[in-house]
């Protein structure tokens, strides 16, 4: 299983950005899937989170600002982060939670993209 961010990038603080992710390879089904980041000297911490009926989980630190979105067909999500600030700087990374046709659970996570927020 592949899982591919794009998106990221610099923008000034307030601005927006959004990211896309994309799950494939061979699998029954995709359960949840989402976004974490990881700032410079930190552990990576959750962003986002849907699940494949479309529960949405966010950070304290994004509600209001970061939306999550997805589509099942495409087994991809997005994330549309709004009134960005300084802290949101880091690493995002795409995380995909599936099953195999043995229905066993597994998890496949992106390469990562990089997300600078300027004062």
């Known amino acids: 299983v592949q899982v591919v961010e794009s998106g990221g990038g610099l923008v000034q603080a307030g601005g927006s950005l959004r990211l896309s992710c994309a799950a494939s390879g061979s699998f029954f089904s995709v359960d949840a899937m989402g976004w974490y980041r990881q700032a410079p000297g930190k552990q990576r911490e959750l962003v986002a989170t849907?699940?494949?009926?479309?529960?949405?989980n966010y950070a304290d630190s994004v509600k209001g600002r970061f939306t999550i979105s997805r589509d099942n067909g495409k087994n991809t999500i997005n994330l549309h982060m709004d009134n960005l600030k300084p802290e949101d700087t880091a690493a995002y990374y795409c995380?995909?939670?599936?099953?195999?046709?043995?229905?066993?659970?597994?998890?496949?996570w992106g390469q990562g993209t990089l997300v600078t927020v300027s004062s």
């Open positions: 995380n995909a939670v599936y099953r195999d046709y043995r229905f066993a659970v597994s998890n496949a």
């Open positions: 849907v699940t494949s009926t479309g529960t949405t």
